[in-house]
């Protein structure tokens, strides 16, 4: 009898929660100018001369994952045919090699990239994102044929676009102080759901990597280490449906499976989108 209150009373929360942060980033953006000016390439965007060697390895990761990125491409385009807006986020987008045009007001990017700005969007730490595209191309260091300078360019880049990021402290204090309450209600939400299925590979996303996102035709669920932040992260996934399908309330796995790259179990979102 108590579940759709418990329920209620969750997102209840996780909206003061949203809300709070949409009221408090424009503050702390104004006190904090001059540290994000001090170290300006991790808070505002990175530099040109920085891009090249990102690049390379952007250029790598599609070589080698060409599926995942074609698919999310055109996810992207019918996700802007239908409702007109971008999608990606322009914002996340700064922090990686790009071109904008100032006659045309268009910017310019490779989709790997926005693979990159949607999971960073999403929650996952800036280190967790750069540190995933590292090892994956460095993995395959011979058949790229990688040169140490290379490695040693990528590492600098990475090193200074991961260091000083004031957001991604905000965020990691904000859910240290909030998320434990908020976990303690969502584990008792997720143990009401009965198992999704047993004919499918289901893995608990993790909050610590993204390795996660080439196991193509997996079921990914909430971490029940962290149900609460996991969740939030998965549910700003579920909009890129070419990509992340997902079951939930009016959606079935049987619908869902073998038209999508990966599933989300987003069964405790109480509404349908």
């Known amino acids: 009898m108590n579940k759709p209150l418990n329920q209620k009373w969750f997102y209840a929360q996780l909206l003061v929660y949203q809300m709070f942060m949409l009221f408090i980033n424009p503050i702390l953006v104004i006190v904090t100018l001059p540290y994000t000016f001090y170290h300006f390439s991790p808070n505002w965007g990175m530099q040109d001369k920085d891009m090249p060697p990102v690049q390379l390895y952007i250029d790598h990761f599609y070589r080698l994952h060409p599926d995942l990125i074609v698919g999310l491409h055109?996810?992207?385009?019918?996700?802007?045919?239908f409702t007109g807006k971008d999608p990606i986020p322009l914002q996340r987008i700064a922090f990686w090699p790009y071109k904008y045009d100032k006659n045309t007001g268009q910017t310019e990017?490779?989709?790997?990239?926005?693979?990159?700005?949607?999971?960073?969007?999403a929650g996952w730490p800036r280190r967790v994102i750069w540190t995933f595209l590292r090892d994956e191309v460095e993995k395959n260091t011979v058949d790229l044929g990688l040169t140490d300078a290379q490695k040693g360019e990528f590492a600098r880049v990475m090193q200074k676009m991961s260091s000083h990021h004031l957001a991604g402290y905000i965020t990691k204090?904000?859910?240290?102080?909030y998320g434990a309450r908020m976990n303690k209600q969502a584990r008792e939400m997720m143990s009401n759901?009965?198992?999704?299925?047993?004919?499918?590979?289901?893995?608990?996303?993790?909050l610590?990597?993204?390795?996660?996102?080439l196991q193509r035709g997996c079921v990914v669920s909430p971490n029940p280490t962290a149900v609460w932040e996991s969740f939030e992260r998965l549910s700003r996934l579920s909009k890129f449906s070419a990509i992340w399908g997902w079951?939930?309330?009016?959606?079935?796995?049987?619908?869902a499976i073998g038209?999508?790259?990966?599933?989300?179990?987003?069964?405790?979102?109480p509404w349908d989108e």
């Open 74 to 81: 055109s996810n992207f385009e019918r996700l802007q045919l």
């Open 208 to 213: 610590n990597s993204v390795d996660w996102v």
């Open 109 to 121: 990017f490779n989709f790997v990239a926005a693979l990159f700005a949607v999971l960073e969007d």
């Open 173 to 177: 204090l904000s859910h240290k102080v």
């Open 247 to 255: 079951v939930g309330k009016g959606r079935t796995l049987e619908e």
């Open 193 to 206: 759901l009965e198992p999704l299925t047993d004919l499918h590979t289901v893995i608990p996303v993790s």
């Open 259 to 269: 038209k999508h790259w990966q599933i989300l179990d987003m069964r405790l979102k």
